[in-house]
Nanobody, 114 residues
Framework: VQLQASGGGLVQAGGSLRLSCAAS????????IGWYRQVPGKQREVVAA???????DYIPSVKGRFTISRDNAKITGYLQMNSLKPEDTAVYFC?????????WGQGTQVTVSS
């Protein structure tokens, strides 16, 4: 099983990006997914999570700006990021439960310029 994260890049403050987390090597769906971010010298922090029941949770600093979702047909998770701020700059990782196991994707860099 592999998770491929993509969609990062350089964007100006106020802009938008959509991160994708595509699973390969599986036939089952993504039951739950979380997006994390990490900046150098700091611990990785959860940004948003989507449970198997469809309940989404966000940290306060991104609530109202980020939206987590998944597409079962494509076995892909997403993180839509709007109104980006320089403090959102980080490497973003996805973590998904497929079947009974959790998998990490590689990071994708998001850089927001002021």
């Amino acid at each position: 099983v592999q998770l491929q994260a993509s969609g990062g890049g350089l964007v100006q403050a106020g802009g938008s990006l959509r991160l994708s987390c595509a699973a390969s090597g599986v036939t089952s769906t993504i039951d739950a997914i979380g997006w994390y971010r990490q900046v150098p010298g700091k611990q990785r922090e959860v940004v948003a999570a989507l449970g198997s029941d469809g309940t989404a949770d966000y940290i306060p600093s991104v609530k109202g700006r980020f939206t987590i979702s998944r597409d079962n047909a494509k076995i892909t998770g997403y993180l839509q990021m709007n109104s980006l701020k320089p403090e959102d700059t980080a490497v973003y990782f996805c973590n998904a439960r497929i079947g009974f196991s959790w998998y990490w994707g590689q990071g994708t860099q998001v850089t927001v310029s002021s």
